[in-house]
C-alpha cells in the first residue's frame, strides 16, 4: 500500500509532515511541521491524515 508523501512511520507510530511557507519559515524557526497521528495502523493513519494537515 502507498502512503502520501506527507505520512511517514516514526518508530511504531505515523507522523504527518507538513512544509512551512518560505515567507513563514523566519518567524516559526522551522522548515516543516510534524505532528503524530496517533496510531500503529497504516490505514487508520491515511484516515485520520487529512483532518490533522487541515
Not at 524557526?29 to 494537515?53: C, F, H, M, S, W
Request: aromatic share 6%; glycine share 6%; net charge positive.
Amino acid at each position: 500500500m502507498a502512503l502520501p508523501s506527507h505520512l511517514f512511520r516514526r518508530g511504531a507510530a505515523y507522523s504527518a509532515r507538513m512544509r512551512v511557507p518560505l515567507d513563514l519559515v523566519e518567524i516559526l524557526g522551522k522548515r516543516e511541521l510534524v505532528q503524530t497521528i496517533g496510531t500503529t495502523d497504516p490505514t487508520a493513519a491515511k484516515r485520520r491524515l487529512y483532518p490533522v494537515n487541515a
